[in-house]
């Protein structure tokens, strides 16, 4: 019996990968759920296993070819044998040496490599053991005639601009007689900087939701004093048992709870409908150095706060490292965007399609707030963030909206959790 191994659904935008590697040869045998292929795409790049256990008998795709979701990459015969030529793959790869024959570099390196047009072989890694990094790749990146490198896409100034050609309107630039944007005049030191796979299709994606949803940003300011003294009673305690109690965390609960308590937010648009959804699947955003993923922690309201605790660590460790999979990525219901230590008072997000809302978080400050004490009002210095929701008001009416933010804050103010 002969199964297939097709592109799978790596993130609900993504259409299509690109054959980053083959990790097997055809004649060899495979085990269940052994890596045979790493796929890149723009959200993230992934290792595909075998679906089954058998012997590839035929590859359908080389490295660098694209192809859509669900064609077919392999066949692995579930009855075959392997051919004498070729090796018995084992269950677990055996990582290549740092070498020139076999270059140490992590998918995203290998990707930037393809792009750039460099020969990894050529490279000389000044990564942690011989490991190639991003650097190496833009400084190997091919010379001008001259000899010497050439800054990336850095676009000398013409000797006289060249007037822009006419043409017919297009929807981009409105209609006839509208404001138009003046031609791009290049000038010294200029840097062009070519969309990447991933930068377009997230620029296509937040073009798509604004043209797509109306919508609407609310805002609230929330006291995370009670949550802020849990915290600090909890967090060594969770950091022995290797886990992070962030704030994170706690929003992150308290979202599952209040999701549950206001269906709307959950939901999904169709044609002439809407979907309720039943399950609660917090997309959470985390910034890699290839671009912005928001992998998945499924059934959400389920957990404890030391499950979500640990699945926030997990999922944003592994998008960091490049080894987040495809289901890791499928199926959010609702996000929440966190813009870290770094971050500013407040912003609204646009939101990932096909959800009707998104969460976006505030840095947390100190800041001087009114507390009732003994029926007298005093001035006492606790940790306030502001939050931001954006809500899909086609399907999500603002009391709606407001109660779920309300009750997002509610939780987090009073330190309503078990932990």
């Known amino acids: 019996m002969t199964t297939k191994v097709t592109m799978p659904q790596l993130g609900e935008s993504v259409v299509e990968g690109t054959v980053g590697r083959w990790l097997v040869k055809a004649g060899e045998q495979v085990t269940k759920d052994q890596p045979i292929v790493e796929i890149l795409t723009d959200k993230a790049d992934t290792e595909v296993p075998a679906p089954v256990a058998g012997v590839v008998v035929k590859l359908h795709a080389e490295v660098d070819d694209v192809l859509a979701v669900g064609a077919v990459l392999a066949e692995i015969d579930e009855n075959g044998t392997a051919s004498a030529s070729a090796p018995v793959a084992e269950a677990a790869e055996e990582k290549p040496a740092a070498s020139k024959a ?40 091919k010379p001008r005639g001259d000899g010497t490198p050439a800054p990336r896409d850095v676009v000398p100034p013409p000797a006289a601009p060249a007037p822009a050609p006419a043409r017919a309107p297009s929807s981009t630039q409105g209609p006839a007689g509208a404001f138009r944007l003046p031609p791009y005049v290049p000038a010294a030191g200029d840097e062009v900087v070519p969309f990447t796979r991933r930068r377009r299709i997230i620029a296509d994606h937040m073009v798509f939701s604004k043209h797509t949803s109306p ?101 944003a460790d592994r998008a960091r490292d490049g080894k987040l999979t495809p289901d890791d990525l499928a199926n959010k219901t609702f996000t929440i965007s966190n813009p870290g230590r770094k971050g500013n008072l407040v912003g609204g997000a646009i939101i990932s399609q096909p959800n009707v809302g998104i969460l976006r978080l505030g840095t947390i400050k100190k800041r001087p707030v009114v507390i009732e004490h003994d029926g007298e009002d005093l001035l006492a210095i606790h940790p306030v963030m502001y939050m931001a929701l954006t809500y899909d008001h086609r399907v999500v009416d603002g009391v709606h909206a407001n109660g779920f933010l309300y009750r997002v804050s509610e939780i987090l103010e009073q330190g309503d959790f078990e932990v």
């Open 215 to 315: 919508e609407v940003v609310t805002f609230a300011e929330c006291d995370l004093q009670h949550t802020h003294l849990l915290r600090e009673k909890h967090k060594k305690q969770y950091q022995n048992e290797g886990h992070s109690l962030t704030f994170l965390a706690f929003v992150v609960a308290a979202t599952a709870r209040a999701l549950r308590e206001f269906p709307e937010l959950n939901a999904r648009v169709l044609d002439d409908a809407y979907v309720k959804l039943r399950n609660i699947n917090l997309g959470i955003a985390v910034d890699t150095p290839d671009g912005l993923v928001v992998p998945v922690i499924k059934n959400a309201d389920e957990l404890t706060l030391r499950g979500l605790a640990r699945a926030i660590t997990d999922v």
């Open 102 to 141: 076999s270059p140490a570099a992590s998918p995203s390196v290998r990707k930037l490599a393809r792009e750039e047009e460099v020969d990894l072989a050529r490279v000389e890694g000044t990564g942690e053991s011989g490991r190639i990094t991003h650097d190496d790749v833009r400084a190997a990146a």
